[in-house]
Nanobody, 116 residues
Framework: QVQLVESGGGLVQAGGSLRLSCAAS????????MGWYRQAPGKQRESVATITSDGSTNYASSVKGRVGIARDNAKNTVYLQMNSLKPEDTAVYYC??????????WGQGTQVTVSS
């Protein structure tokens, strides 16, 4: 019912910035929560940030103060603005959505690489 398409990943230097985008289509009106997860090779997938339909946000301790999540309802898009990037931020970043019917959806993932 919901399709998520991600963009904005790439290679950046330590201390640089990057903005990821996730565009939702299909039954996008049914989305209750959206968020970003990341997974490094050999590591568990972890939550980075989430945002509810009313704008409430939550951040992982490791990125708080450096990352901001925002949404554009007119474009059915959620963004992840990342600043002061560190090599430890290198991972595949996944967009996630939860519908009001409690169905879970995932994007294809986008690679973020931060060089030393």
């Amino acid at each position: 019912q919901v399709q998520l398409v991600e963009s904005g990943g790439g290679l950046v230097q330590a201390g640089g910035s990057l903005r990821l985008s996730c565009a939702a289509s299909g039954s996008a009106f049914s989305i209750k929560i959206m968020g970003w997860y990341r997974q490094a090779p050999g590591k568990q997938r972890e939550s980075v940030a989430t945002i509810t339909s009313d704008g409430s946000t939550n951040y992982a301790s490791s990125v708080k103060g450096r990352v901001g999540i925002a949404r554009d309802n007119a474009k059915n898009t959620v963004y992840l603005q990342m600043n002061s990037l560190k090599p430890e931020d290198t991972a595949v970043y996944y967009c996630m959505a939860i519908s009001r019917g409690q169905n879970n959806y995932w994007g294809q993932g986008t690679q973020v690489t931060v060089s030393s």
